[in-house]
């Protein structure tokens, strides 16, 4: 039996305005890292770069659920690190 996604509705909102490739390829990159884990892969990680998105999950192993909290564009997510080295 392998793993659900779920995608929260925050995440869901910013997904539905990504170029269709990009969704297509986090997508990819969700379903592998899904049956990994189903394989009885662990994983350290919490979130999958793609392109220029960063998508932040959490493994439920009790409901066998990937759950997409949080999705955004590299540029956002970068954005008050640079503010930050400019004002230093």
């Given at each position: 039996m392998?793993?659900?996604i779920q995608i929260e509705p925050e995440a869901g909102t910013l997904l539905r305005t990504l170029a269709p490739h990009t969704v297509?390829?986090?997508?990819?990159?969700?379903?592998?890292?899904?049956d990994s884990i189903a394989g009885g892969e662990?994983?350290?990680q919490?979130?999958?770069r793609v392109d220029d998105c960063v998508l932040q999950?959490?493994?439920?192993?009790?409901?066998?659920l990937v759950?997409?909290?949080?999705v955004e564009q590299r540029e956002q997510?970068?954005?008050?690190?640079?503010?930050?080295a400019t004002t230093a």
């Open positions: 392998s793993y659900r297509l390829r986090l997508g990819r990159a969700l379903a592998d890292l899904a662990s994983t350290e919490s979130e999958l999950f959490v493994v439920n192993h009790a409901h066998r759950e997409v909290v949080h997510a970068e954005a008050p690190y640079a503010a930050a």
